[in-house]
């Protein structure tokens, strides 16, 4: 993006962050020039390989059980111990036991793995809030079996809200089985693992009886595995982990860039943001992904969330971010689907002007969001300053009978954009700025099965990209984003594309947007 002929490789934050440089062999080359064949297609689903750690629980690692994980005891007297690398909790009448293993993150993933259990057990994970709140999320067990999954959340002994998976597959404990509760800011998903099988088995919002987005609720919760039984429990569990990880999809995937568009590597890998995905809007939330351009080694690096000023911590996504050099902050735009969570249904989508002094790409980061007069239906924003106008420009799009790309301009990044150009007449989605052969083009996705381009920053249609076995079928869904970016000279190839397909994870009742699948193209002159 924004990468020319004579721009040579920029050193940033003491020397480890450089612009690619483009190659001399690609100097005259336009995108329709261009023919891309795919490389790799890989979607993460719970990747253990792929998470962050928050916090755990390893039985074979605890020194001082009560101590490391504190026991509380509801009713009856369970003994909880640790042997042959499990956490053993069994009691001879009725019991309720808890044991902790983590604090709260709205925006996590929570994972117990089930070793074993007896007839009548429950086994879970409950999320207790110091207000007197508590989310239960557990399985229902025979006799080294799992028959059910249930959830509910209370209020001093009120049920707020419960719910049970529907028709769920008996599942025995031959081999240990995870619970996995996927946290989507305004509820929860819920799944079983067994043997790297992973199904989705139920679904639940709750923010309009708790809203765990809230930074005087998130800090005051605390995250237990629970075991009870009427009739005693005889429950072995091999582990349990808290984790930032990718969902089970990834979308809308997008180069971190500078000021200018020049995409961002560090120590020979790219950087981008990436939707992980959690349901349909707004469970949703921004990664942060990287790749080195000559392997398909995609790698979850961290998650942004977005903090307005409110007390909310806010699920953002569709986000650019660019470092910028003058001023040194990480800034950028996001739309503002988290607007779809507010339970009184009175916030409004909008574009928000983004910063940061911390780097966002790593770990867990909280980014600053403010308003800057783009309200409505606005998506997927990217811009560049240019510097041959002293401007910036915005390339987004914008609902107009559908959704269409449009081109807008400001003196400041963050506020006072006009439209300038456009919209299209083409359906757009993923809207991209990238620079070929020295001269910016626009990029975008839509429902006619073609990556479409257009001349920059007036939108003129030139035509499309040339794809081999694109990441749709004959009759799929084919909104998604060109995300292309020239890489150096030396690479692999002289061209990268990612993408995504829109294969919404099976199992999900209602409207849902859990897609997709990455995929990673070579680009080479035809």
């Not at 809203?211 to 005693?232: K, P, S």
Request: hydrophobic letters at 40%.
């Amino acid at each position: 993006m924004g990468i020319r002929n004579d721009v040579r490789a920029r050193c940033l934050i003491g020397g480890l962050l450089c612009s690619c440089m483009l190659s001399p062999l690609r100097a005259d080359v336009s995108p329709l020039d261009l023919r891309f064949v795919r490389q790799a297609a890989q979607r993460m689903i719970f990747d253990d390989d792929q998470a962050l750690p928050l916090s755990s629980l390893h039985p074979s690692k605890i020194v001082g059980l009560e101590l490391m994980h504190p026991v509380r005891r509801t009713s009856g007297n369970a003994a909880v111990s640790v042997s042959g690398g499990r956490l053993e909790i069994r009691a001879g009448g009725e019991s309720d036991t808890s044991v902790w293993f983590s604090g709260f993150n709205p925006f996590a993933t929570y994972k117990l793995e089930i070793a074993g259990a007896g007839e009548g057990n429950e086994v879970g994970l409950e999320f207790v809030h110091a207000g007197g709140e508590v989310l239960r999320v557990e399985a229902l067990c025979g006799a080294r079996r799992i028959d059910g999954v249930r959830w509910s959340l209370e209020r001093k002994g009120d049920v707020l809200m419960k719910g049970e998976a529907a028709d769920l597959r008996r599942r025995e404990l031959d081999s240990p089985v995870t619970l996995i509760v996927q946290m989507t800011a305004v509820g929860f998903n819920v799944c079983l693992r067994q043997n790297d099988s992973v199904d989705l088995v139920g679904r639940a919002d709750f923010v309009e009886h708790l809203d765990v987005r809230r930074r005087d609720v998130h800090r005051n919760m605390t995250t237990w595995l629970r075991v009870a039984g009427a009739g005693g429990v005889d429950v072995s569990i091999a582990g349990a982990k808290a984790e930032l990880g990718p969902g089970h999809g990834q979308a809308d995937i997008r180069a971190i860039t500078d000021e200018t568009g020049n995409p961002l590597l560090e120590g020979g890998r790219l950087w981008f943001t990436a939707t992980t995905r959690g349901g349909g809007l707004p469970h949703p939330a921004q990664g942060v992904f990287s790749l080195d351009p000559g392997l398909a080694d995609f790698r979850f690096e961290g998650l942004i969330v977005f903090d307005r000023g409110d007390g909310l911590l806010r699920n953002d996504l569709a986000s650019h971010v660019f470092f910028d050099r003058g001023s040194k902050q990480w800034r950028g735009w996001t739309t503002g689907f988290s607007a779809f969570g507010d339970p009184r249904k009175r916030e409004k989508k909008e574009i928000l002007a983004i910063a940061s002094t911390k780097d966002p790409r790593r770990g867990f980061s909280i980014m600053r969001a403010a308003p800057m007069g783009l309200v409505g239906d606005y998506e997927d924003p990217q811009g560049v300053f240019d510097t041959t106008t002293g401007t910036w420009r915005m390339l987004l799009c914008q609902n107009v009978d559908g959704y269409k790309a449009a081109v807008f301009e400001s003196k400041r990044w963050n506020g006072g954009f006009e439209r300038v150009a456009g919209p299209v007449t083409m359906n757009s989605t993923g809207t991209t700025i990238q620079m070929v052969g020295g001269t910016r083009y626009a990029f975008f996705g839509g429902s006619d099965r073609r990556f479409q381009v257009c001349s920059f920053p007036d939108l003129k249609p030139m035509g499309a990209l040339e794809i081999d076995l694109p990441p749709w079928s004959e009759r799929g869904n084919s909104r998604v984003w060109p995300c292309l970016i020239p890489l150096p000279e030396g690479s692999a190839a002289p061209f990268l594309l990612v993408t995504f397909d829109r294969e919404n994870f099976p199992g999900m009742n209602g409207p849902n947007w859990t897609y997709g699948s990455l995929y990673l193209y070579h680009g080479f002159p035809r």
